[in-house]
Nanobody
Framework: QVQLVESGGGLVQTGGSLRLSCAAS????????MDWFRQAPGKEREFVAT????????YYADSVKGRFTISRDNAKNTVYLQMNSLKPEDTAVYYC?????????????????WGKGTLVTVSS
């Protein structure tokens, strides 16, 4: 059974940093793109970052570009999201998702498995 488990969320002050992890089990992620999405209270789920299966290609939402970095360790079957210079508007539940194909994609419908999410709260 495919499982994705996020960790690393928490409460941080504006300007602080957090590193999210997404540990996969039940499948090998090395053949698939992996993504991070987020959902703030009262808002739709939105794309944050994606990384291709090889790790060569990455794309980011404009709102996080230059502050967030997605990476992957296929040997550990884990994906990471380093978040720096956090802002209150980054407050959301962050979800890890597995892509249906190896190519990096920003499309929520391009994912086939999702984690349950980890809450990130940035205080002003």
């Amino acid at each position: 059974q495919v499982q994705l488990v996020e960790s690393g969320g928490g409460l941080v002050q504006t300007g602080g940093s957090l590193r999210l992890s997404c540990a996969a089990s039940g499948h090998i992620i090395s053949s698939r793109a992996m993504d991070w999405f987020r959902q703030a209270p009262g808002k739709e789920r939105e794309f944050v970052a994606t990384i291709s299966a090889s790790g060569i290609r990455t794309y980011y939402a404009d709102s996080v570009k230059g502050r967030f970095t997605i990476s992957r360790d296929n040997a550990k079957n884990t994906v990471y999201l380093q978040m720096n210079s956090l802002k209150p508007e980054d407050t959301a539940v962050y979800y890890c998702a597995r892509g249906k194909v190896p190519v990096a994609t920003t499309d929520v419908y391009g994912m086939d498995y999702w984690g349950k999410g980890t809450l990130v709260t940035v205080s002003s």
